[in-house]
């Protein structure tokens, strides 16, 4: 328990850095201690994985995707702040950038799932329930396109597939958790589904930021990072929880 709050402060001490130095400066040495922070929530999730002896497979898959994801989290954070930095290359490190969180959270979805064969066999027993949870993905998604345009009045140039494809599987991820938090009663579960809302408020707020010419609000940028460093240690709490 001592070593897991030593991680948990070198976690909160490297996104305070992080955040000082990215409204601050900016620049390089805000990339460099962003990769930190994230970096810091990996080796959280590693650690905590150690601890976890005689998980079955289920659990054991589990907690790799839950890693690989945070890894996949690390590299968009890199790419995205690069966005800001080399803004003649914006597009492509956007779409890097989008492309491997977006995968990042598919690996949640498989950790979800994986879990959840603890307890049901989710494409069995829930695949209307899963069918529902998809077409209400796909409006939601819908919904959100539409209102940044027309009541926000966001401008995603180049970027809607891509940024439709991943509000969906956000989405999807979230929805899902949500339902299994509720089906499958336990700790772990909730933990996760927390993270995932968080990670969506997270978004929506990163949205106003590159879509809606707010780039550079400081006010953004802290709620931002808040919110989604918040989803980053519910995430990574999981693996503690199983």
Known sequence: MIVLLVSLIICFLTVSLFLYTRIKKGGVEGVVTKALASLSFILLAVFLSSTKTGLNIYNSYAVSCIIAGLVCGLIGDILLDLKVIYPFHQNKYLTFGMTSFGLGHLFYISA???????????FAEQWLSLLIIVAVSILLT????????KILKFNFEGFAKIVNAYTFILLF?????????FLIAGLPMF??????????????????QYFGGKQDDKSLI?????????????????????
């Open 112 to 122: 979800l799932i994986l879990f959840s064969q603890n307890a049901i066999n989710l």
């Open 142 to 149: 819908a919904i959100i396109y539409f209102a940044s345009i």
């Open 173 to 181: 991820a979230t929805a899902l958790s949500i339902f299994l938090s």
């Open 191 to 208: 933990i996760l589904a927390i993270g995932f809302v968080l990670f969506l408020l997270s978004d929506l707020v990163l949205s106003m």
């Open 222 to 242: 802290f709620i931002n990072h808040f919110l989604y460093y918040l989803a980053q240690i519910a995430i990574a709490m999981f693996i503690f929880f199983i």
